[in-house]
C-alpha cells in the first residue's frame, strides 16, 4: 500500500511539473507573440515580389562526396564588412539566384535563372540602420527544451525537423524542407551523406495516456524521410565566407514522399525593428540535448541587407532552424505565422585580429523569397505575396 501510494505521488508530482513548464512556456510565447505596451499591431510589411525563373538547365557531371557536413561557419567578415560590400548589378544576382539540384540517384543539373522587376539600387536600401549593441557574456543558458506532447508534437513546434548530416530544418510545404546550405555542401563539394539524406521527424515512441507527458529521450524517436532533391544556390557554391557566401546559405530539399504536419508559411524579412519586440526566435535540435527540441528567443542585433545578427544561445546542431515571426496579415485580417530565415549558426569572426563572436541568420529577401517559392510552388503566380 505504502509503495503504490509513494508510486502515485510521483506519478502525481511529474504531472504538476510538467503542467507548469507548460503553463511557463505558454506565457512566455504569448508575450513574445503580443506588443505589450501598445495598440499598434506588428504588421507585415508590403513588399513587391519579383520573379525569377529558370532558363536553362543542363546536366553536371556527378559530384563527389568527402566531408562531413560543418556545423558551424567561420568568417572574417563582421557586419560592417558586409555593408561596406558593393551591391551586385543584376548579372551577379542571376548567378548567385542560379541553383544546382542534387538527385537522389546522384544525377547533379544547374539551372540558370532570369530575374524580372528587380531594381537592385531600390531594393538594397537599408533602412533603419543600426549600429551592433556590445556582445552579451552566456553566462545563462536561455534555451528552453520543449517537453510535453501538448507542445513538441503541435505547431509550430512541430515544423522543426533533423538532418541526417547534423543540422534542423524547417518545414515549408508538403514536402518541403528549409535549412542552411553549409549542411549540405561545403562551399566546394557537397559533404558526405547529401546523396542519401534523410528528414527526421521526433514523435514520441508510444501514445498512450501513461506517457502522454514522458518526452525524455529514451521516449522519443525519429521517424525518417528520404530526400528527393536538393536545391542549393551558385551563391553559396561559388561564394565564400568572407564575399557573398555567407548571405546564400540556405538550401531546399524536397521529400520523397509527403508528410502529414501543418507546415510553416514563407515570409520576406521585416527589418529588425519590425520584428515583434525586436526579438527572433526558432526551434532546432542542438547536439548538447540528443532527442530534444530546443527552442530560443532573443533581441536581434544588427543587420544587412541579406543577414541579420543575434546573440541566442545555440549550439551545433541548431543551423538550419528556421527564423520565425508572428506578426499581422493587414489583407487577410489574420495573425500569421511565417519564417524569415535560416539560422546560420555560430560565426566567429576576425576583426584585425580580434576575434568576435556572432550568431547570424540569413534573411529571406525578395528575391530569396522568390526563389524558394518557386521551388516550392512550381510556378511565380502563387508567389506574389511576400
Known amino acids: 500500500m505504502e509503495f503504490h501510494m509513494r508510486n502515485t505521488c510521483v506519478r502525481v508530482n511529474r504531472c ?46 556527378p559530384p563527389h562526396f568527402l566531408h562531413a557536413a560543418q556545423l558551424e ?25 542560379s541553383y544546382e539540384t542534387l538527385h537522389s540517384s546522384g544525377q547533379l543539373t544547374e539551372t540558370a535563372v532570369a530575374i524580372y522587376g528587380f531594381d537592385a539600387n531600390s531594393f538594397y536600401k537599408m533602412t533603419g540602420g543600426r549600429s551592433r549593441e556590445k556582445r552579451q557574456i552566456f553566462g545563462h543558458d536561455s534555451r528552453f527544451s520543449i517537453v510535453g506532447q501538448d ?30 546550405a553549409h549542411c549540405v555542401h561545403d562551399g566546394k563539394n557537397y559533404v558526405k551523406g547529401a546523396q542519401r539524406l534523410r528528414v527526421g521527424f521526433l514523435k514520441p515512441r508510444q501514445m498512450n495516456a501513461g506517457a502522454s507527458n514522458d518526452t525524455s529521450p529514451d521516449k522519443m524517436k525519429f521517424q525518417w524521410i528520404r530526400v528527393k532533391r536538393t ?34 508559411k514563407l515570409g520576406i524579412s521585416p527589418s529588425a525593428k519590425q520584428l515583434p519586440g525586436k526579438r527572433v526566435q526558432f526551434s532546432g535540435f542542438d547536439n548538447d540535448r540528443p532527442g530534444h527540441l530546443v527552442y ?38 489574420r495573425w500569421e505565422r511565417k519564417v524569415i530565415g535560416v539560422f546560420s549558426g555560430h560565426q566567429w569572426v576576425d576583426l584585425s585580429g580580434t576575434p568576435q563572436e556572432f550568431n547570424v541568420a540569413v534573411r529571406i529577401t525578395p528575391l530569396k523569397y522568390a526563389q524558394i517559392c518557386y521551388w516550392i510552388k512550381g510556378n511565380y503566380v502563387d508567389c506574389r505575396e511576400g
Not at 512541430?158 to 535549412?179: E, F, I, P, Q
Request: glycine fraction near 6%; aromatic fraction near 10%; hydrophobic fraction near 40%.
Open 16 to 61: 504538476l511539473m510538467a503542467l507548469v513548464l507548460h503553463a511557463v512556456l505558454l506565457a512566455l510565447l504569448l508575450l513574445l507573440f503580443t506588443s505589450p505596451g501598445s495598440s499598434h499591431q506588428p504588421l507585415w510589411p508590403l513588399q513587391r515580389v519579383p520573379v525569377v525563373w529558370p532558363k536553362q538547365t543542363e546536366e553536371r557531371a
Open 73 to 97: 561557419v567561420t568568417s572574417s567578415c563582421g557586419p560592417e564588412c558586409h555593408k561596406r560590400a558593393t551591391t551586385p548589378s543584376y548579372w551577379d544576382l542571376r548567378r548567385f539566384l
Open 151 to 180: 507542445f513538441l508534437l503541435n505547431y509550430p513546434f512541430s515544423t522543426a525537423v533533423k538532418l541526417s548530416t547534423g543540422c534542423s530544418g524547417t518545414l515549408v510545404g508538403d514536402r518541403h524542407v528549409l535549412t542552411a
Open 231 to 264: 536545391h542549393v544556390p551558385k551563391g553559396w557554391i561559388k561564394g565564400t565566407a568572407n564575399d557573398i557566401g555567407m548571405d546564400y546559405d540556405y538550401a531546399l530539399l524536397e521529400l520523397k514522399k509527403a508528410h502529414k504536419r501543418r507546415h510553416m
Open 296 to 333: 530560443r528567443f532573443c533581441k536581434a542585433g544588427d543587420e544587412t541587407y541579406d543577414l541579420l545578427y543575434q546573440h541566442c544561445d545555440a549550439q551545433p546542431g541548431a543551423s538550419g532552424s528556421g527564423v520565425y515571426a508572428r506578426m499581422w496579415n493587414r489583407r487577410l485580417h
